[in-house]
């Protein structure tokens, strides 16, 4: 690691140094591991000495950027974690309406970088998540029922590979890498650049939430579904169920006295017991989900897709409980420009999807953990029948078993393949791993 120390651009943290314990920190508190060099990339040629000193010594890899994956695969234990951070430049041509993007930026600077020229691209509903781990497995957000998601606005990667070799994927070149790069995951390389198609949005939002009592949820849901089946693609309908109250709305991203038009029938799915009706930038709404302190808190999640959400499912999900240990529970609309892509045309599964629900705990103390995890996992398992599938990005523990929810055995196939091209060793399988069909495949 000392030659490697000598040629960087960047830096190495060792366990020992000041800044180690900092850098192996991501965003789930349960994940406590300690790699033996963290390299801290500030240029593609760091990466490319990263991946080749690590296959070098026989090193596990793990590649961070935001660090938000629920399984810490960033983090490898024993192994080598590339750290992409330094690298989060962002360059806008606003003439083009395109952005350049290093691997290492976080949504929050892409969105800082395009909002001046009333610019942006779907990205997450959290500022400090990572680009790259965001895009690679979808990208759902705010913008996605109008612009598609964020892995369908990517015009070109810049990718290394597995032997250090640095590669260009887009329509044009590597298309095949191109298409599995759009929702296949972390399994094919280090993207170290991205390439955004820009969409004019303006800069104006509108939040309206408004809350029931849980003893109304089942009816008022079953309305909520009705009224955003035909609701504009600027809004993008949200619901929680939580501290005995649902709270139904949506999120509006453009003119918002045209999303005004909607509130009064949010109104009326039940008898409202409050309401927050918010104007806001595009820039806060990204923000406003921010939690400064979330790198100290352990936490688990499940998640679903929905093709229908039928009544018997808004059924279970109004029955979740309010114990000491029951997750929360949330459901965010998709259709729209996710729907419009042609279903072949990218990684991404699951386009038919009307409704993505979340059910999500945090806590800090570690006696706790079995007791939300397996309350997670309950609620999860009692709508797991009547779901559709999976987004990729929201996969923990699940194994091959998620694999198979979040795509299609064709779509796996494909990707399978894609695999023994640029990675037949399996060098990168700390993610959803799709392994490849050789032999060297690891486990």
């Known amino acids: 690691m000392q030659k490697l120390s000598g040629s960087l651009d960047g830096s190495v943290e060792l ?3 000041p800044g180690y314990d900092q ?5 789930n508190a349960i994940v406590d591991r300690r790699p033996r060099a963290i390299v801290r990339c500030a240029s593609v040629r760091d990466v490319v000495g990263a991946v080749r000193a690590a296959t070098e010594h026989g090193l596990e890899i793990g590649i961070r950027c935001g660090g938000h994956s629920a399984a810490g695969h960033a983090v490898p234990d024993g192994g080598l974690m590339i750290d992409l951070t330094p690298m989060q430049a962002v360059h806008v041509d606003p003439g083009q309406r395109t952005a350049v993007v290093q691997g290492g930026a976080l949504l929050g600077a892409l969105d800082r970088a395009t909002q001046p020229y009333g610019l942006a691209v779907t990205a997450g509903n959290v500022s400090h998540t990572g680009v790259g781990g965001l895009t690679l497995g979808g990208g759902m957000g705010w913008l996605a029922r109008q612009a598609g998601l964020a892995c369908d606005n990517v015009t070109s990667f810049e990718v290394v590979t597995a032997t250090g070799e ?3 994927a887009s329509k044009d070149q ?5 298409w599995a790069l759009r929702g296949g995951g972390g399994n094919f390389g280090v993207v170290t650049e991205f390439e955004f198609q820009l969409h004019d949005i303006g800069s104006a939002a509108l939040s309206v939430e408004v809350d029931f009592p849980v003893a109304q949820a089942a009816t008022a849901l079953r309305r909520w579904r009705d009224l955003s089946e035909a609701a504009p693609r600027e809004a993008t309908f949200t619901a929680g169920i939580g501290g005995g109250v649902v709270t139904l709305g949506y999120v509006w991203v453009g003119n918002p006295h045209l999303g005004e038009a909607l509130i009064p029938q949010v109104r009326a799915l039940g008898r409202p017991s409050g309401e927050r009706i918010t104007h806001l930038t595009y820039l806060e709404l990204q923000s406003r989900d921010d939690v400064r302190d979330g790198h100290a808190v352990r936490r688990y999640s499940k998640g679903h897709y929905f093709r229908v959400l039928t009544d018997e499912a808004i059924d279970a999900i109004a029955a979740v409980t309010d114990g000491p240990f029951a997750p929360g529970v949330g459901l965010q609309a998709y259709g729209g420009a996710i729907r419009d892509m042609p279903a072949g045309d990218t990684a991404f599964s699951h386009r038919e999807t009307a409704f993505e629900l979340g059910a999500s705990t945090g806590w800090t103390d570690p006696g706790e953990d079995a007791l939300r995890i397996g309350a997670a996992r309950s609620f999860a398992a009692s709508l797991e029948p009547l779901a559709s599938g999976v987004y990729v990005n929201v996969l923990g523990d699940e194994g091959t078993a998620g694999l198979h929810r979040a795509y299609s055995d064709e779509k ?4 399978t393949a894609v695999k023994d ?3 037949p060793a399996n060098v990168f399988h700390l993610n959803q791993n799709i392994q490849p069909s050789g032999a060297a495949a690891l486990s």
């Open 412 to 415: 796996l196939s494909r990707l």
């Open 166 to 168: 640095v590669l260009r």
């Open 421 to 423: 091209r640029y990675d």
């Open 174 to 178: 590597h298309k095949d890498l191109y």
């Open 15 to 17: 366990p020992g140094d």
């Open 23 to 27: 850098a192996r920190r991501v965003w």
